[in-house]
T-cell receptor, first 113, second 112 residues
Framework: DTAVSQTPKYLVTQMGNDKSIKCEQN?????MYWYKQDSKKFLKIMFS???????INETVPNRFSPKSPDKAHLNLHINSLELGDSAVYFC????????????FGDGTRLSIL | GNSVTQMEGPVTLSEEAFLTINCTYT??????LFWYVQYPGEGLQLLLK?????DKGSNKGFEATYRKETTSFHLEKGSVQVSDSAVYFC???????????FGTGTSLTVIP
């Protein structure tokens, strides 16, 4: 029933590890996003895909690699995790590009030890 | 520039007080404007939106009017409740393309 679902909800791991976060939307939307929210609640867009095609790729370390196997899924893989990667990562979707509102998942809280 | 500036928090109000959270934007053209709310431990939810000048978005007692002349979209509520405690984000769409611009968020705490 959940519109935008992300897994896992919590991720605790060691520095240097590789991890993935998965996102799925059942709204039939064409566009999906990944955001990073820091401890001060500042929200920064990382990537956006429209119909499986990358359309926004902000200044993000290349240790972060998004993958969209189909337009309902957008996964985020992170290599060689660093302490500064600790944050809450949100997936979102919208019907398309332009002035549409976005629907957010509940977030994945990533903690690096 | 293409930015959204909103009032810094945190804001603490007593129950039934009047709320205003200021938001201004810079843009060429006429973007759509949004307010999102984030309750503790949850993702952002759309609270209200306005797509053209003089439109008023409203939901759950909250209102915001798209003011082109002042490039503002201030959020107001006449009587806040404890359950309104959350972080509020102002946002605007790009005029073209896919970019979405969020403000820095304003934390609101309502005390009984």
């Amino acid at each position: 029933d959940t519109a935008v679902s992300q897994t896992p909800k919590y991720l605790v791991t060691q520095m240097g590890n590789d991890k993935s976060i998965k996102c799925e939307q059942n709204l039939g939307h064409d566009t999906m996003y990944w955001y990073k929210q820091d401890s001060k609640k500042f929200l920064k867009i990382m990537f956006s895909y429209n119909n499986k095609e990358l359309i926004i790729n902000e200044t993000v370390p290349n240790r972060f690699s998004p993958k969209s196997p189909d337009k309902a899924h957008l996964n985020l893989h992170i290599n060689s995790l660093e302490l500064g990667d600790s944050a809450v990562y949100f997936c979102a979707s919208s019907p398309g590009t332009g002035g549409f509102s976005q629907h957010f998942g509940d977030g994945t809280r990533l903690s690096i030890l | 520039g293409n930015s959204v500036t909103q009032m810094e928090g945190p804001v603490t109000l007593s129950e039934e007080a009047f709320l205003t959270i200021n938001c201004t934007y810079t843009a060429t053209g006429y973007p759509s404007l949004f307010w999102y709310v984030q309750y503790p431990g949850e993702g952002l939810q759309l609270l209200l939106k306005a797509t053209k000048a003089d439109d008023k978005g409203s939901n759950k007692g909250f209102e915001a009017t798209y003011r082109k002349e002042t490039t503002s979209f201030h959020l107001e509520k006449g009587s806040v409740q404890v359950s309104d405690s959350a972080v509020y984000f102002c946002a605007r769409s790009a005029n073209t393309g896919n970019q979405f611009y969020f403000g820095t968020g304003t934390s609101l705490t309502v005390i009984p």
